[in-house]
């Protein structure tokens, strides 16, 4: 076990390394590029731009300047931003705690509606339940975050005044836990109103999966209550599939939630990401694909663990 | 790995939906009659910004929103009035040849600045002629600054006592008096390696009505009573202002009709209706000296363009005034800016070298008889050729600005009407507005055939003049220029020339008005209209008052909120 994961994670390290070569290559073919934005000036001149280019180094050749982020980078030092001029580093701690606060509220709450849901569901196919929950899930999932969080500032925000229209709270007022809460409702519902859906669903189809094994039988045969056939011998095998997207969604704290940050004017990585991608500034940008692209190969890691745990028959070679 | 690409794949749509290219704010009017009424002091005001500045540190910033926020609280030695003229802000007066300030020296100038007395930073220490040298110093040394332009004229700078300093220039320098618009203080970074590494660049010390006390990243910037401010205890008169920075201006006008916010920055014309109707709030809408032009190539349209070579079809100027005849500039501001533009007549729409002489007007008749005088003959589908010619040309602008579509969409059907045929080939603003030959901006290349996009002239009008001068026409071998029309008048470089030699004002305005008609009389730029800066607030913020060169939070120290 031990060695599997140290196995992974070296094999990861390649990896990383071509998604952070490859995004790097991705970000310097677009248009535009950090100098873009002082054009509008009158006053910047030649020598101006000359000048800025020689000291953020973009006058060096390409694979170059890759190298050398990526020389600081492996030395915890990721640069400065070229617009704010702050560490990267920084940048990301003020916001990562925002990002964490929606999305870890969004992923507490979607695994504790969409495992009960889901399960029932299952239990009770077929069922007006079944019908009624299949019918909501698929009308959210279908929905795009950008169009129903409109539609929810819209209907809580300025037609029923009972919700705040975004921000992560109400400026110029003191630290108040109430007020926290009414700014996380919409961002969060918004969010996790789409993800659930696809919880449900999974959930759903691994348990009608497990629900007709011989075991469940058996279990049945031993005299165990429904309750515990269901929870500890269905929902555990069940919960594999489950596992894999919910390990996927892990990554998600980190890298927030572009679409829902940007239409709530909620500060996190999100909109420091898309606020850094309009100014074309690499710095940031990098590290944040670079933490990302980490996240995303650790939580693929973190699912195969868990498979192990959950069905001892798998073996890792 | 496929997670990563979507997610960059759904960010590069966001962005591209989020996407506002226009981004001129100034000041604002409609109500300022403040004064009669009592004024009630105290109070928080909340102001909505779309675009969140990247650092406060004026040396450092690229966005007008930085001045917006900074502006109560860096102040500069002189600044702007509404009608262009320089008044003194830390300065006893703007020195000037008349009052023998400004010294000439064959081509060099001496500009003596006299602070005015008992100006304190807001932590107290007082503000001294030492600032003014270390903000050149600054400036000067600092390889992250944004432009040198005018500190790199400065040969060296006296400081015979505490409240003077004698600015020497190795040139006539006429913009001086907007050289130092933010004083920096040196008690505080003249130790500083790196002042970008330090806390002024989030909350910058100023002597301005307002200290930046908070600066939440994506989130709001708070600025509390300065109370060493010369104007206290009278003012200011609000004990705080918050900048919220909120998503786009849709929200920001949403937030401000909920009454979240009590005041909004930049509006878009077709916005203003929603603002109209609703009780309780105010626009400001201000002449800014914001110009939306159309551009035509006199040269051939390619790569790194000869500027003597001649453009097959534009370079006729029989086409160009036919162009110019059949734009319709008050139709467009009727129906496209609801009213809230002016038909443009120059690049230099305000300030004391205005120059407002009227292009013809909409005349649909008189361009087809110019082409049809010119040879310029109508085919079986409508449209013009001469000599085997076909007028057929491209017309390039921002993509995904929706005013700018809708205006490409009238004026193509009106040249379409006269015998043009005109294909939009537009570009993301990354590429069009670049500015650099790298970033291959159609425009330095020579690449377009017509352009049409936004540009505002700085108070002091010289660097926009000078894009019309013929030395500054982009080419492979310098690419600096701005000339995008190719266009040559020996009037027009004489004249700019002269100008930029005297800082008499009189002869200044009265060369560039000869220059500006030398370039209307070569019917290469058709002036759309002059866009208004637009800004809205709640009727309860009272105080605020029109200047079309700053933001309209230029007077935070006037504005207050009534009960």
């Known amino acids: ?317 | 790995m496929s997670r990563v690409f979507t997610f960059a794949f759904a960010i590069a749509l966001v962005a591209t939906a989020c996407a506002s290219p226009q981004s001129t704010p100034s000041t604002s009017s409609a109500a300022a009659s403040a004064t009669a009424q009592a004024i009630t002091r105290g109070g928080t005001a909340i102001v909505a910004i779309w675009q969140e500045p990247s650092t406060l540190g004026a040396p450092y910033g690229n966005q007008t929103v930085l001045g917006l926020v900074i502006n109560g609280t860096v102040e500069g030695l002189a600044d702007t009035s509404n009608d262009g003229q320089y008044l003194p802000t830390l300065a006893a007066k703007v020195p000037d040849v008349a009052n023998g300030g400004v010294v000439v020296k064959g081509d060099k100038m001496d500009v003596t600045w006299t602070l005015a007395k008992g100006i304190k930073w807001s932590d107290g220490d007082p503000l001294t002629s030492a600032d003014i040298k270390f903000t050149w110093e600054l400036w000067m040394k600092d390889p992250k600054v944004n432009t040198r332009t005018g500190f790199d004229q400065i040969e060296s700078i006296d400081l015979p006592d505490d409240l003077t300093a004698v600015v020497h220039y190795k040139s006539i320098y006429a913009p001086y008096p907007r050289n130092f618009s933010s004083i920096l203080p040196k008690h505080l970074l003249d130790k500083e390696a790196d002042v970008t590494k330090t806390d002024y660049v989030r909350r910058p010390l100023g002597t301005g009505p307002y200290k930046i006390t908070e600066f939440k990243s994506g989130d709001s910037i708070t600025l509390e009573k300065n109370p060493n401010y010369r104007g206290a205890p009278d003012k200011p008169y609000l004990d705080k202002i918050i900048f919220k920075s909120v998503p786009s201006s849709q929200v920001a006008l949403a937030q401000l009709q909920a009454g979240e916010v009590q005041a909004m920055w930049n509006l878009t014309e077709a916005q203003t209706p929603d603002v109209e109707k609703t009780a309780g709030l105010a626009l400001q809408v201000v002449p800014g000296p914001s110009v939306e032009r159309i551009e035509m190539n006199t040269a051939q349209n390619k790569q790194y363009t000869d500027p003597n070579s001649v453009h097959p079809v534009l370079g006729d100027i029989a086409v160009r005034k036919a162009l110019l005849y059949s734009t319709p500039k008050q139709q467009l501001i009727d129906k496209l800016l609801f009213g809230k533009a002016t038909p443009g007549a120059s690049p230099v729409s305000q300030g004391w070298a205005a120059y407002r002489e009227p292009q013809e007007g909409y005349d649909p008749v008189k361009a087809n008889k110019v082409l049809d005088d010119a040879g310029w003959v109508k085919g079986s589908d409508g449209i013009r050729s001469k000599g085997g010619v076909r007028a057929s040309l491209t017309y390039t602008t921002t993509t995904g600005d929706q005013l700018r579509e809708r205006v490409q969409q009238v004026l193509v059907d009106e040249w379409k009407a006269v015998g043009i045929e005109v294909k939009i080939t537009n570009q993301p603003s990354a590429v069009f507005l670049a500015g650099s030959c790298q970033a291959n901006d159609p425009r330095k290349l020579g690449t377009y055939d017509i352009d049409m996009f936004a540009s505002s002239p700085a108070i002091d009008p010289h660097s926009t003049m000078l894009r019309y001068h013929s030395k500054r026409i982009p080419t492979q071998a310098d690419c600096a220029g701005e000339n995008y029309t190719r266009f040559k008048s020996p009037t027009a470089d004489a004249a700019i020339d002269t100008a930029g030699a005297t800082l008499d004002l009189e002869k200044r305005k009265a060369s560039y008005a000869t220059a500006l008609k030398a370039l209307n009389d070569a019917y290469v730029i058709i002036w759309l209209y002059n866009r208004g800066s637009i800004d809205a607030r709640a009727s309860a913020l009272q105080g605020w008052q029109p200047n079309a060169w700053r933001s309209f939070t230029w007077n935070m120290q006037d504005w207050w909120l009534k009960k």
């Open chain 1, 1 to 317: 076990m031990g060695r599997y994961i140290v196995r992974r994670l070296l094999q990861a390290l390649p990896l990383l390394l071509a998604i952070s070569a490859v995004a790097f290559a991705i970000l310097k073919a677009q248009p535009g590029g950090p100098l873009a934005a002082y054009e509008g000036n009158p006053d910047f001149t030649e020598a101006d731009r000359l000048r800025l280019e020689h000291a953020f180094g973009l006058d060096q050749p390409l694979p170059l300047q890759y190298l050398t982020w990526l020389g600081s980078f492996v030395r915890l030092d990721w640069g400065y931003s070229f617009a704010s001029h702050q560490p990267v580093l920084v940048l990301i701690g003020e916001r990562l705690p925002n990002t964490l606060y929606l999305m870890g509220s969004v992923f507490v709450l979607v695994i504790l509606i969409a495992i009960p849901i889901g399960v029932l569901t299952a239990v009770k196919q077929y069922s007006f339940f079944d019908h009624a929950v299949t019918a909501t899930v698929f009308t959210f999932l279908s929905m795009p975050t950008f169009w129903l969080g409109l539609l929810l500032i819209i209907l809580f925000g300025l037609q029923l005044h009972w919700l705040p229209l975004g921000g992560i709270q109400t400026l110029g007022q003191p630290f108040d836990v109430g007020d926290r809460l009414r700014h996380l409702i919409l961002p969060v519902a918004t969010i996790a109103l789409v993800q659930m859906g696809g919880h449900v669903r999974y959930l759903r189809a691994s348990m009608l999966e497990t629900i007709g094994q011989d075991y469940m039988r058996t279990a049945r045969a031993k005299g165990l209550g429904e309750r515990a056939v269901v929870v500890r011998h269905a929902l555990k095998n069940a919960a594999i599939p489950f596992v894999t997207i919910v390990a996927l969604d892990m990554p998600e704290l980190f890298i927030g939630a572009v679409v829902t940050e940007q239409i709530f004017g909620w500060p996190g990585m999100g909109r420091l990401f898309i606020d850094s991608a309009f100014r074309s500034d690499y710095p940031v940008l990098q590290g944040i694909l670079a933490v990302s692209s980490a996240f995303i190969v650790f939580a693929n890691l973190f699912a195969d663990v868990m498979y192990g745990w959950l069905d001892p028959r798998i073996r890792y070679s």
